[in-house]
């Protein structure tokens, strides 16, 4: 049993905006151990990218705050440091990556300087081997001729060394997790590849703990262990990939999938679009927030949120259509037909 | 482009001569571009094939307006002669490096009391006490580089610790620094800094001392938009997550990337504050006798205008007109060669 790094149970972080209050995170719980990948998907404002932040502490205070819940990394409760602790956490056990590479790096500094900054910051290292170590860094994440290139700054690299700068920064200081933020959704898709394997064998020599927040299933699929499926804030279905790939539960993961085009199927189908429009994160409804949207919506949906269910060991959902009739449903659906034949 | 400019002329044989000409005109202006753009490549090759930094890129733009050329050379004089007034001020006993003491009265040169016309031996003639304009309008650059200065350097500093400290924190931290701004926004600017200057007392340092109480609010309110702007960047919010310190954060990387509209704010502003010592001489609280300052000569001879001696009013007032207009319009043309949304 790998060492488990962070649990985080029962998360809420919500917005006090004079609009009202926005729920973003609403009892979100997973753990993830070492050397282990877990994704989080879902579409934008389904409150990944908060529930990453919160973890980090991040959040803007005010208007946001972490309500409730913990958040626990080997087995020290970060909720209860003080800012200055907390600066020592940040970076150092956990490290985070940026989706847009042309914007997370400073255009008035070199490059070298960026990733000895990240050093410096934690390591007790002089500014000279702060250097050598970013040039040993850059080298490490695949840029070629490291030694010159730590020298340019930001506009002289190309997107996807931008990205891979980012990686080095964030792995300066050996961080126990390394949250990575739709590190590929700014990049074309051979860059995109690069920098997933990129991820890969940074968390293979450094051991690290990865979540990855992605609404690109294809990139989880290649990177996680297992996957949050993420709604209006809420935790709709989890699980290993290979569950929730293909053994999906929750109607909002069946969506997610049926909106994928597929390479196996020869046949000419169609994409099934889910219908409407994600939720008012200020106007959510008290029980499930993708009630309105749910094709299979009863009348308890919108009012009270399902119980929580085991499908199978690390497979869970939260919807209230009986799992019986869940199977039913989703042997008729198209994308899902396909498989069973 | 030209295809179809081809098409057209070919398909009106009969057409006007304004059509050939308008075609000769776009091709002209065609190769101009061209020729341009041939140009920018054959530089940035000098330079190594590099792509232009912000600087470089800036000086390329500037070099071709060239108002903002003129004002730079007239800025670089004004410094230089400046320069040397404030270096020999204390070595010549308050005499200056000029051609005669500037406070040298000589009545025999001031016939009638009306003063002497330019001459060989004064060029720009004397003052209704004799003194030598030439020589007072020198040793008055002093002043004006110094209250440019050093005014300006005061409002900058309140700015850029009020300004970012308003804009990153934000809250009740920011609305109580603006609103403290638009008080001093909302005062007619001369009422205010006769106020101060009336509570300070006439002087030379109190000068410095109002004109930079008075300005920090532009300067802070243009970093806090900057400020506002920056923060958002992701890198501040990677920096944040590497664990970097609030301090950290706004020096090494907030202002460093605000800096660049406030280069053009510095250049009017010194301007601004050349102007308003100039305002305060001529209303008798700013520099006091026997000491030239541009505005105080102005203010001394206007009366001797009627009496048809122009030359004691015109050489003060062209080398003030002359230095405003220099930092204005540098400041202006920097304004252009900065701004992202003119780039070609």
């Known amino acids: 049993m790998a060492e488990r790094l962070l649990e985080v149970a029962d998360l809420s972080t919500h917005f006090f905006t004079h609009a009202g209050v926005v729920k973003a995170v609403n009892g979100v719980s997973f753990t993830l151990d070492r050397q282990e990948t877990l994704g989080i998907v879902g579409e934008s404002g389904s409150g990944k990218t908060v529930a990453a932040l919160s973890v980090m502490r991040l959040i803007p205070d005010p208007p946001g705050k972490i309500v409730e819940g913990s958040i626990t990394l080997r087995g020290r409760d970060l909720r209860a440091l003080d800012e200055d602790e907390m600066r020592q956490v940040r970076g150092n056990d956990i490290a985070m990556i940026f989706q847009d590479p042309m914007t997370s790096l400073n255009p008035v500094y070199k490059i070298g300087d960026q990733i000895a900054e990240a050093v410096m910051l934690h390591q007790d290292k002089g500014k000279d081997e702060a250097w050598r170590m970013a040039a040993e860094l850059l080298e490490r994440v695949g840029i070629p001729d490291a030694k010159n290139r730590v020298k340019q700054y930001p506009f002289e690299f190309s997107g996807g060394m931008r990205q891979r700068a980012m990686i080095a920064m964030a792995i300066s200081c050996n961080p126990d997790i390394l949250i990575a933020d739709e590190p590929t959704t700014a990049l074309d898709v051979t860059i995109q590849a690069q920098i997933i394997e990129v991820v890969q064998e940074m968390q293979e020599q450094y051991h690290s703990g990865v979540i990855l927040i992605t609404h690109d299933l294809g990139v989880v699929a290649e990177l996680a262990d297992k996957v949050m499926v993420m709604y209006g804030g809420r935790t709709v279905e989890y699980g290993s990939i290979d569950q929730v790939f293909y053994d999906p539960h929750h109607p909002y993961t069946w969506g997610l999938l049926g909106s994928l085009p597929r390479l196996d199927v020869s046949e000419k189908t169609r994409l099934t679009p889910i219908k409407g429009q994600p939720p008012d994160l200020i106007l959510l409804p008290a029980g499930c927030p993708f009630s309105g949207r749910c094709v299979y919506e009863r009348p308890e949906c919108r009012d009270t949120w399902p119980a929580h269910e085991l499908i199978a060991e690390g497979h869970g959902v939260n919807c209230w259509i009986p799992r019986a009739e869940r199977e039913e449903i989703r042997a008729e659906l198209p994308h899902f037909k396909v498989e069973v034949a | ?344």
Do not use: C
């Open chain 2, 1 to 344: 482009m030209p295809d179809s400019e081809y098409t057209q002329s070919a398909g009106t044989p009969h057409g006007s001569s304004d059509v050939d000409e308008v075609t000769d005109v776009s091709a002209v202006s065609e190769l101009d571009v061209i020729e341009e753009r041939a140009e920018r490549m054959a530089e940035q090759e000098l330079l190594g094939a590099k792509p232009l930094g912000l600087w470089a890129d800036t000086w390329r733009r500037l070099k071709r307006n060239k108002l903002a050329l003129v004002g730079l050379g007239i800025i670089i004089v004004f410094m230089v002669v400046g320069m040397v007034q404030v270096i020999a001020y204390p070595l010549t006993d308050g005499r200056g490096l000029t051609p005669y003491p500037p406070n040298q009265q000589n009545y025999d040169l001031s016939p009638e009391g009306r003063g002497s016309p330019p001459s060989v031996s004064h060029p720009f003639g004397t003052d209704y006490m004799g003194r030598d304009i030439l020589s007072r309008v020198l040793v008055a650059t002093r002043i004006s580089l110094l209250v440019g200065v050093i005014a300006v350097a005061i409002a900058l500093v309140i700015g850029l610790v009020l300004g970012p400290t308003s804009g990153y924190y934000g809250g009740a931290v920011d609305s109580v620094i603006m609103r403290l701004a638009d008080i001093f926004f909302a005062f007619p600017y001369i009422l205010f800094v006769l106020l101060i200057m009336t509570v300070l007392g006439p002087g030379f340092v109190n000068v410095f001392l109002a004109i930079g109480i008075l300005s920090w609010a532009s300067f802070a309110r243009l970093v806090r938009g900057q400020v506002l702007s920056i923060k958002a960047m992701e890198y501040v919010e990677a920096a944040r997550a590497q664990g970097a310190s609030d301090l950290r954060i706004i020096f090494r990387h907030v202002l460093p990337n605000s800096m660049a509209p406030v280069y053009v704010a510095i250049a009017m502003a010194v301007g601004g504050a050349i102007v308003t010592e100039a305002a305060l001489s001529f209303l008798g609280i700013g520099i006091q006798a026997p000491d030239a300052s541009w505005g105080k000569m102005i203010a001394d001879t206007l009366t001797y205008l009627w009496a048809g001696s122009w030359w004691m009013v015109l050489f003060p007032s062209v080398a003030l007109t002359l230095t405003v207009f220099g930092f204005i319009s540098f400041g202006n043309g920097l304004r252009d060669a900065t701004d992202p949304k003119l780039k070609e």
